[in-house]
T-cell receptor
């Protein structure tokens, strides 16, 4: 158990809908990362938050947004969903924001299916 | 865009054999990490090697790093069926090290 909790584990929705994925980082970790994993694109970095503030942005679509709350949990909001958004979404955490010698701890992911 | 690219994409071996996976990357790094993913599950950190290190060991894992060639290799010795998983390298070159960028991974199948 990595200590990172993601809910829900599975989500099935329709095109055009909006969903929210939730992540609770390991106790004491200030950074939360969101990744999207699909067969064709591999593991894509979406966005990072550190202690409530956006720290780095990757290949995140404008239809997607995220935030980190004062209790450090994070939510990834996906709107106007398309079939191509179907993927496994991972949250990962680590203690620091820019420490390059730290490993990431991954949650078990949310499998999103857009029908 | 992918920073690290693993090679081969897929590898099938017998139990007891060694498995070698390679990773190439494009820009300078501070460190390189290897992760493992069992089917559909979260990634688990295996080992980290810093840019000033050339080789590192952890149990049956051996990682090498050649910064002049911008490449790394992961060797798993005496493979077991339980080693069946996907293996990813990750580099920290993005946004001054704030984010790890992963390659597409090598899928390893170890048959008994």
């Amino acid at each position: 158990d990595s200590g990172v909790t993601q809910t829900p584990k599975h989500l099935i929705t329709a095109t055009g809908q909006r969903v929210t994925l939730r992540c609770s980082p390991r106790s004491g970790d200030l950074s939360v990362y969101w990744y999207q994993q699909s067969l064709d694109q591999g593991l894509q970095f979406l966005i990072q938050y550190y202690n409530g503030e956006e720290r780095a942005k990757g290949n995140i679509l404008e239809r997607f947004s995220a935030q980190q709350f004062p209790d450090l949990h994070s939510e990834l909001n996906l709107s106007s969903l398309e079939l191509g958004d179907s993927a496994l979404y991972f949250c990962a955490s680590r203690r620091g924001g820019a420490a390059t010698n730290e490993k990431l701890f991954f949650g078990s992911g949310t499998q999103l299916s857009v029908l | 865009s992918q920073q690290g690219e693993e090679d081969p994409q897929a590898l099938s071996i017998q139990e007891g054999e060694n498995a070698t996976m390679n990773c190439s990357y494009k820009t300078s790094i501070n460190n390189l990490q290897w992760y493992r993913q069992n089917s559909g599950r979260g990634l688990v950190h295996l080992i980290l090697i810093r840019s000033n290190e050339r080789e590192k060991h952890s149990g049956r894992l051996r990682v090498t790093l050649d910064t002049s060639k911008k490449s790394s290799s992961l060797l798993i010795t005496a493979s077991r069926a339980a080693d069946t998983a996907s293996y990813f390298c990750a580099t920290d070159a993005y946004k001054a090290g704030t984010a790890l960028i992963f390659g597409k991974g090598t899928t390893l199948s170890v048959s008994s």
